[in-house]
T-cell receptor
Framework: GEDVEQSLFLSVREGDSSVINCTYT??????LYWYKQEPGAGLQLLTY?????DMKQDQRLTVLLNKKDKHLSLRIADTQTGDSAIYFC???????????FGQGTTLQVKP | GAGVSQSPSNKVTEKGKDVELRCDPI?????LYWYRQSLGQGLEFLIY????????KSGLPSDRFSAERTGGSVSTLTIQRTQQEDSAVYLC????????????FGPGTRLTVL
């Protein structure tokens, strides 16, 4: 079946790198996404990676995909207090439009 | 351009009442999705509309939940005879077309059932 797992909480100091991890079970996943949710707000798309890629970099964000281990990570370089939020990873399979979300990782950035 | 909009932003209702939640997708987006975010269940898919195809209703939790999309644009999610466990944030998303396009989310409707 489809399942996406994330650790629930991560705390870092401002200026450090943050790494948020995610594992998924569906080997037919085609796209994997990272969304950010700030308090009281909707989901903001951060980045995504297609399943035939290993890495994608977008400014301070680096996504790594290990398809063999079904492991996805999001690295945020030079983490700022404004990065404090809940980060959701999500998978989408090739035969359906729906996203399967992880539980979300709360990132706390300490000054 | 404008993003996905949802109304109302907050809805408080009494147990047993019916509620309607509205979603206006991004103009030109043919695919529309409803999700629910609750403390106990996280983010769950509810229903997916793509063009004129029959909707994917596989995520609807019970027959008290229904949704329609009129004219290929605005969608309404209806919950009949609301229960306390229906309390959640209901999120709508749209994408340009179907299963390969990025979904953009609205701000959500927070539903509280007393």
């Amino acid at each position: 079946g489809e399942d996406v797992e994330q650790s629930l909480f991560l705390s870092v100091r401002e200026g450090d790198s943050s790494v948020i991890n995610c594992t998924y079970t569906d080997s037919s996943s085609t796209y994997l996404y990272w969304y950010k949710q700030e308090p009281g707000a909707g989901l903001q798309l951060l980045t995504y990676i297609f399943s035939n890629m290993d890495m994608k970099q977008d400014q301070r964000l680096t996504v790594l995909l290990n398809k063999k281990d079904k492991h996805l990570s999001l690295r945020i370089a030079d983490t700022q207090t404004g990065d404090s939020a809940i980060y959701f990873c999500a998978e989408r399979t090739s035969n359906t439009g729906k996203l399967i979300f992880g539980q979300g990782t709360t990132l706390q950035v300490k000054p | 351009g404008a993003g996905v909009s949802q109304s109302p932003s907050n809805k408080v209702t009494e147990k047993g009442k019916d509620v309607e939640l509205r979603c206006d997708p991004i103009s030109g987006h043919t695919a529309l999705y409803w999700y629910r975010q609750s403390l106990g269940q996280g983010l769950e898919f509810l229903i997916y509309f793509q063009g004129n195809s029959a909707p994917d209703k596989s995520g609807l939790p019970s027959d008290r939940f229904s949704a329609e999309r009129t004219g290929g644009s605005v969608s309404t999610l209806t919950i009949q005879r609301t229960q306390q466990e229906d309390s959640a944030v209901y999120l709508c998303a749209s994408s340009l077309s179907g299963s390969t396009d990025t979904q953009y989310f609205g701000p959500g409707t927070r539903l509280t059932v007393l």
